[in-house]
């Protein structure tokens, strides 16, 4: 973790400090809730005998609360809704990741 110091405004360095600290966290938590989502697709697929079908978040919990996750999971830490892309042999759960932009480096994604 870099600190930076601004001779002139030391509270501006303290704020880019703070945020970076705070994106950070944010990336945690859906890292996290991608991972609740991973471990109920896969009780799903293995009690189902086939990948979930869904257009998005609300298709996708209808089908896995309550009997595979209790949690409601439906957006990211930036409040961005998840993308859901899903065939009968593939899954991918996409987060925009900070910039709230489709297909750039800061996306986040889980794959099946």
Known sequence: MMLLYCKDRPE??????????????FEIKTRSD????KNAI??????????????NMFELMRLLRPKYTSEA????????????????????IISKGIDQQLNTRDDLKMAM
Do not use: C
């Open 12 to 25: 501006k360095a303290y704020e880019q400090h703070l945020v970076q600290g705070i994106q950070r966290n």
């Open 42 to 55: 896969q009780d799903y697929i293995y009690k189902e005998g086939n990948y979930p079908q869904a257009n």
């Open 73 to 92: 999971i439906f957006y990211d830490a930036w409040n961005q809704e998840f993308i859901v892309k899903s065939s009968t042999t593939h899954i991918e």
């Open 34 to 37: 991608m991972l609740t989502l």
